[in-house]
């Protein structure tokens, strides 16, 4: 007779799907995923809403403020194109200390005008001597490139009344 052995001990047992614990694994990972995702959106959205809340209180505030101390508002708007102002270069502003420094004693400004690089003055003299002194004067500055004089008169003071055009550097 042939000899025939059905125990089972011996052969390997039937196992379950080897992917199982990577299935699980995944499952997981994309539940946490998930999850975290919801919580991130709900702390966006919890965000999103104390920044509108505190942006309607300012407009609040700042209503008040306007509508009752409009003088303060004012003052610190000026306040604040005043630093832009004073913050960039200022040929006009420049020009004054120039001018302090190069007008003489019988010259009096009448008017200032800056337009472009070029700076007109209405000027009052005692008489032509002190124009012309005064004309020097401008032409040995440093900070003016070119002087031209205008029209010259007498007033009904006999004083010199000129127009001098400066240009700046």
Do not use: C, H
Not at 4 to 21: D, E, H, V
Not at 28 to 33: A, D, F, T, Y
Not at 111 to 131: E, P, Q
């Amino acid at each position: 007779m042939t000899n025939i052995n059905l125990a089972t001990s011996s052969l390997p047992q039937k196992q379950g799907p080897p992917y199982k614990k990577g299935i699980i694994s995944i499952a997981v990972i994309l539940i946490i995923l998930a999850g975290g995702y919801l919580w991130l959106t709900r702390e966006n959205n919890k965000t999103a809403a104390a920044i509108g809340e505190a942006n309607n209180n300012y407009q609040a505030e700042y209503q008040k403020l306007t509508t009752s101390n409009r003088e303060i508002v004012d003052f610190q708007n000026r306040v604040l194109l005043v630093k832009d102002l004073l913050a960039e270069k200022n040929a006009a502003l420049d020009s004054f200390p120039e001018l302090e420094k190069n007008v003489l004693p019988g010259a009096y400004l009448t008017s200032y005008d800056f337009k472009g690089n070029n700076l007109s003055l209405n000027i009052t003299t005692d008489n032509f001597n002190v124009l012309a002194r005064q004309v020097a004067s401008f032409k040995n500055s440093g900070f003016f490139s070119a002087v031209s004089v205008g029209k010259s008169s007498l007033d009904d003071k006999n004083k010199v009344v000129s127009d001098i055009v400066l240009k700046i550097n």
